[in-house]
């Protein structure tokens, strides 16, 4: 038994460079997840959608024969439109975030199964001119995944640097840190919760699009559980980079790198041999030990620092 533990951990290794493009391409999901879960304050559930959404239209570009960037960008203003959605039940029909977002993700399974036109839909590297694809992960060419992705991260984080030092970033941010403030002083915080809903789902379908290519196909089930992971990659980042990373950018960078973290150790945990179909199962409970990390530190270990030392009575005269 022993042997073949250490047989399944020696092909660790060779495995790693499929995981860490992986994680990768699923970190500008977990960015778009931190923008609602961290700076917006909202349970957006859209993504599990969304990401099959920017998948879906893809795939289809480029069957249709567009180009990869043409694709991509519809990719993208799919997403962006699939958060309006989620915004205008939230906003202008006082439906609950969370639940605003489940109706879009339901809603979307159907959308995206009429964009794909069945449940799946294949595409083929050798015929297309793909931007990433899991055939090139050992190469040492600049079209690896690990290159590109890495590039789109680095973009997308300065991007979003600057944005969030703009006026409407900073007004999107104090929405989320304080909306009944934000309004007082005359912030238009509804707009604000749609804006920050647009922008998150339209990265998620940025990471969607990018993971169909990767993986040479797109499903209308792809992107069930897609919230976890993202949940997964940011409380694994702010664990264990919190400390460390204190600027906005890096704190973004810091959500990318959680999530190749978590895929890593999701493949070292299948190389020792844990069924796949509990890999669901896994993803939850890491997700809720994280995030009961801080909730146990503040009632339990700072609670009992801070308890007071019970004073002796006063004898009696």
């Known amino acids: ?38 700076i917006l304050d909202v349970a957006d559930l859209t993504v599990d959608g969304s990401l099959g959404t920017g998948g879906a239209v893809c795939i289809m570009m480029m069957l249709a024969g567009y180009n990869v960037w043409i694709a991509l960008l519809m990719a993208l203003i799919a997403g962006l439109l699939a958060g309006l959605v989620t915004g205008i039940f939230h906003t202008f029909m006082g439906i609950p975030a969370i639940l605003a977002g489940i109706l879009t993700q339901l809603s979307l399974y159907s959308i995206n199964l009429k964009i794909l036109g069945k449940a799946n839909q294949a595409i083929n590297v050798d015929k297309y001119d793909l931007l990433v694809s899991l055939r090139w992960v050992k190469e040492t060419a600049l079209h690896n995944p690990l290159v590109v992705v890495a590039i789109f991260i680095v973009v997308l984080i300065a991007v979003l640097y600057w944005f969030f030092g703009t006026e409407l970033g900073c007004s999107i941010r104090a929405t989320g840190a304080n909306p ?95 069924d796949a179909n509990l890999l669901k199962l ?17 009632k339990y270990f700072r609670g009992a620092k801070k308890a007071p030392a019970k004073k002796e009575a006063a004898p009696h005269a």
């Open 282 to 298: 896994l993803s939850a409970l890491v997700v809720a030990i994280f995030l009961a990390v801080p909730y146990w530190k503040s």
């Open 1 to 38: 038994m022993i042997a073949t533990l250490v047989g399944r951990l020696a092909t660790v290794p060779g495995a790693l460079p499929g995981a860490v493009a992986q994680g990768l391409i699923w970190g500008i999901m977990a960015i778009g997840v931190y923008i609602t879960f961290r």
């Open 180 to 274: 009944n403030m934000s309004r007082a002083q005359g912030i238009n915080t509804n707009l604000n919760k749609v804006l920050g809903l647009m922008l998150s789902n339209g990265l998620v379908a940025l990471s969607g699009a990018l993971l169909c290519q990767y993986q040479g196909f797109a499903d209308v089930n792809m992107g069930r559980g897609a919230i976890v992971i993202g949940l997964a990659a940011v409380i694994i980042g702010e664990a264990v980079f919190s400390r460390i990373f204190r600027n906005f950018a890096l704190r973004l960078l810091a959500v990318a790198i959680g999530s190749i973290i978590y895929y890593v150790v999701i493949q070292i945990v299948i190389q020792m041999g844990l």
